[in-house]
């Protein structure tokens, strides 16, 4: 048998409720000695103050995604989007069975005889 959803219809906006949560936990903070407990609801308004934030972020219009150009590594985007991966770059498989080789053929040689 299927449980029903319970759907709740949201009245304010979520930037709203991130606002009045963090000011909620901030008074509960507030009237609490220095503790563990304190700590835990200030932690709470950082965490609904960073999800305000990063809506924000999200909300703002984009002019354009950022576009990996492939050949020189590079994107159009700000240097603070550009991915702190190295950026994949296609090779031949011919070029890549050639370097195992080779890498191979290197450590044969360094490799000791073995005494008969």
């Known amino acids: 048998m299927c449980a029903v959803r319970r759907r709740v219809k949201q009245v ?21 000695p ?6 835990l609801l200030m932690r ?14 999200l909300a ?6 950022p576009v990996l150009d492939h050949a020189r590594g590079a994107t159009n985007a700000a240097s603070h989007l550009t991915p702190s991966v190295p950026v994949f ?17 290197r450590l044969l040689r360094r490799t000791p005889a073995k005494p008969e």
Do not use: N
Not at 60 to 65: D, G
């Open 60 to 65: 703002k219009p984009k002019s354009s995604p």
């Open 44 to 57: 709470r308004v950082h965490q609904s103050e960073r999800a305000l934030e990063i809506s924000d972020l």
């Open 12 to 32: 304010k906006s979520f930037r709203e409720r991130l606002i009045e949560e963090a000011a909620k936990f901030r008074a509960a903070a507030e009237e609490l």
């Open 34 to 39: 220095p503790g563990t407990q304190r700590e």
């Open 89 to 105: 770059k296609p090779r031949r498989v011919e070029e890549g069975l050639a370097e195992v080789q080779m890498t191979a053929s």
